[in-house]
């Protein structure tokens, strides 16, 4: 291949990539070309990208980036998957595809410079929380203190109304108060 078209091509790279830091490298090899444009069709419906990658122009292309530990998981067919909210989406994605495609291997991705070696580590990675998720559990560990400080100060507050009541329904219908 010459070198305009090497260089083209990794210019393409890229446009296509952008600022894209953390992705999921996967090999479609074993798959016809109908099951390759359907995984492809769904993964777009939920703005998932993927990108067959030559490996020597890919490391030429993002060695200096945040997506260069994947450089170690280029072996063979590659095809970068990037794009929808984060890669763990992007992880339970392609491993949901897995029991539907058993011939997608998982290579490998990485996450905030974090490499996830083979089909094990994209499994982990697909476990981990998303952003939203993980702001949730956030906010739930901030408030649960306060929660349970109000559930403290309720409870026996609650108490002493109900004692508070008794004696003033005792006190209308002109009953005496047992001293205690």
Request: net charge negative.
């Amino acid at each position: 291949m010459s070198k305009p078209v090497k260089e083209m091509m990794i210019r393409d790279y890229k446009d296509r990539i952008g600022e894209t830091e953390n992705a999921l490298v996967i090999g479609l090899r074993g798959i016809s070309s109908n099951d390759t444009n359907a995984i492809r069709g769904g993964l777009a419906k939920k703005e998932i990208r993927v990108t067959v990658m030559r490996n020597n122009l890919f490391g030429q292309a993002f060695g200096e980036s945040a997506l260069a530990p994947l450089s170690e998981v280029m072996e063979g067919a590659s095809a970068l998957a990037y794009g929808a909210e984060s890669v763990v989406d992007v992880a339970r994605e392609i491993v949901e595809l897995v029991k539907e495609f058993p011939e997608i291997e998982l290579k490998g991705a990485v996450l905030d410079g974090m490499l996830f070696e083979g089909e094990a580590g994209v499994k982990e990675l697909s476990k981990f929380p998303t952003r939203d998720e993980a702001i949730a559990q956030a906010v739930t560990l901030v408030l649960s203190p306060a929660r349970n400080l109000v559930g403290a100060l309720k409870g026996p507050g609650s108490g002493l109304a109900g004692i508070l009541k008794s004696i003033e329904e005792k006190l209308e219908k002109g009953e005496t108060i047992a001293k205690l």
